[in-house]
């Protein structure tokens, strides 16, 4: 699988070494390879304050610095951001990078380096990622299946019978929600909070007015519901049969 040139520009680089000239190389290398945005600085120091204020998409990080030491820039990294971190060292001994990736590095490189040998693990990095949110779009995308009803999550549509329900987005987005949590009670008040995401304030008319339109194009028989069911006292579920 190769990864997307467009994919490989948008991200952010931020490289953060003492020497002037590995700066200077990485740049240009980097630029060779696709990258767009990178930002370097020899501090630190300064290298934390650019992470929090530019939120790259990976970091360059040497152990080496003329203010601080590269295993505490990690550490304070880590306490706001989980973008991967690429140690660059001179010391090639067993326990720096061991403290380097148990402390939340995830990739440990020994000078001399190759420059390309960084930015083609930089690369391998983004493929693995640009796979895996793949992968999660393709679960978060599945069919949701009950009865005679079938929501394609990625398509939006809903099915009764293999007939496509005309439904609006609230109702979606309400059945969408109820379909991914099966047989739970939700109050009139958790479910206005996830699908209007505002806080509630005793609408329980809106609820269930959504809830008997969802009914009468779900429901065969809407006056007596077999699959959005009120549960008295608590508020409601989709009843779905393993």
């Not at 393709?138 to 990625?154: A, C, P, Q």
């Not at 509630?200 to 969802?214: E, F, T």
Request: proline share 4%; glycine share 4%; net charge negative.
């Amino acid at each position: 699988m190769l990864v997307d040139i467009k994919y490989i520009e948008s991200k952010k680089i931020l490289i953060i070494d003492d020497e002037e000239e590995i700066l200077d190389l990485l740049e240009i290398v980097l630029r060779k390879e696709g990258f767009r945005y990178i930002y370097k600085t020899s501090l630190g120091y300064k290298g934390i304050e650019m992470c929090k204020s530019i939120n790259p998409d990976l970091i360059v990080l040497d152990i080496m610095l003329p203010d601080i030491d590269g295993f505490s820039v990690c550490q304070e990294i880590r306490s706001f951001t989980m973008a991967p971190i690429f140690f660059l060292s001179a010391r090639e001994e067993d326990v720096d990078r061991i403290v380097g990736l148990s402390i939340g590095a995830d990739d440990y490189i020994t000078k001399p380096f190759s420059p390309k040998e960084v930015a083609y693990r930089m690369k391998a990095f983004f493929r693995r990622d640009q796979y895996l949110r793949g992968e999660l779009q393709s679960v978060r995308s599945k069919l949701y299946r009950f009865g005679d009803i079938t929501i394609n999550e990625k398509s939006g549509e809903v099915l009764k019978n293999d007939t496509p329900l005309s439904l609006t987005a609230t109702e979606y987005q309400l059945l969408l929600f109820l379909a991914k949590n099966p047989n739970q009670v939700f109050s009139k008040s958790s479910l206005y909070e996830a699908i209007w995401n505002e806080e509630y304030y005793g609408s329980d008319n809106v609820i269930m007015v959504h809830i008997r339109h969802l009914r009468e194009k779900i429901e065969d028989d809407p006056s007596n519901p077999k699959y959005l069911i009120t549960v008295r006292g608590l508020g409601y579920k989709l009843n779905i049969k393993e």
